[in-house]
């Protein structure tokens, strides 16, 4: 049981790392919706770059995230669990938005962002759902590890008294 406590333990906290970098990549995701609208209002150049290092950052964050989720799915499975997840944020449109600057290419891009952030935000709201199973399974087991521990310590106090009453 304890062992098994300690595998939840280690799920939650690979879990935790995933949490973390997805919702780092839904905070610039969003940042980067904001600027693109910016951008579609003829906010020029530097709004489209500004918005593109936005990309860039929720890109690392989503790939850490990636990578992160390979560590997750390892110690799941050590407790029988699953998850999958995937997000990418397509380079051709950033690279059309960048080179072609015009309203077409800037629809399209502001489509993606929008989609890849509800499909971040989708993917963030199913690693808390484990998360927090996880969490509950971790409070569970340690309750029954402290009954047990409680049971056992009465059964030596009752065993102890019954062994100094018959000396």
């Known amino acids: 049981m304890i062992a ?3 595998e939840l333990n280690e799920a939650v906290s690979a879990g935790s790392l995933v949490d973390q ?3 780092n990549a839904v905070e610039f995701l969003e940042k980067a919706k904001g ?6 209002l003829g906010g020029g150049a530097i709004s489209g770059a500004i918005k593109h290092s936005h990309l860039d950052r929720a890109t690392e964050h989503i790939h850490q995230a990636q990578s992160r989720m390979r560590r997750f799915q390892k110690e799941l499975s050590d407790i029988e669990g ?6 990418n944020i397509p380079g051709l449109l950033k690279f059309a938005d960048f080179f072609f600057d015009g309203l077409i290419a800037d629809w399209m891009v502001q489509g993606r962002i929008e989609e890849s952030l ?3 935000k989708t993917h963030h709201r ?10 509950g399974q971790v409070t569970q087991k340690r309750r029954e590890i402290e009954e047990i521990k409680n049971e ?9 008294g019954k062994y100094t009453y018959f000396e």
């Open 4 to 6: 098994f406590l300690n």
């Open 21 to 23: 970098s997805l919702e």
């Open 35 to 40: 600027w693109g609208t910016f951008d579609l």
């Open 82 to 87: 699953e998850a999958d997840i995937q997000v």
């Open 118 to 120: 509800d499909q971040t």
């Open 126 to 135: 199913q690693i808390k759902a484990i998360l927090s199973n996880l969490e």
């Open 152 to 160: 056992k310590k009465n059964l030596i106090e009752i065993g102890h």
